[in-house]
C-alpha cells in the first residue's frame, strides 16, 4: 500500500487512462483506492488529503473512461 496525497495519486494514474491497461478500480472497507490491472497487479493507495465526494469523483471518471467500477 502506498500512502499519497490526491495530486500525486493523480499523477501516477495519468499515464494509465490513455490506455486500457486499468482494468477495475474501486474502494476497499478499509477506505483504500484500488487499482487492478489488465496483467494481475494491484495497487493499493491510502490518498491521505481528500474526501469521499472526491474520490467518487475519480470513480465516476474513471466509470466515464470504460473502466470498470466495483463495490469495495
Known sequence: MK????????TEMKPWLDSS???TAFVD???NF???FI???QNIYNIDDCNAEQI???LKDLKAR????LDG
Open 3 to 10: 500512502t499519497c496525497s490526491l495530486h500525486d495519486f493523480m
Open 21 to 23: 491497461y486499468i482494468q
Open 29 to 31: 472497507k478499509r477506505g
Open 39 to 41: 496483467d494481475g497487479v
Open 66 to 69: 470504460g473502466i470498470s467500477i
Open 56 to 58: 467518487q469523483g475519480i
Open 34 to 36: 484500488v487499482l487492478q
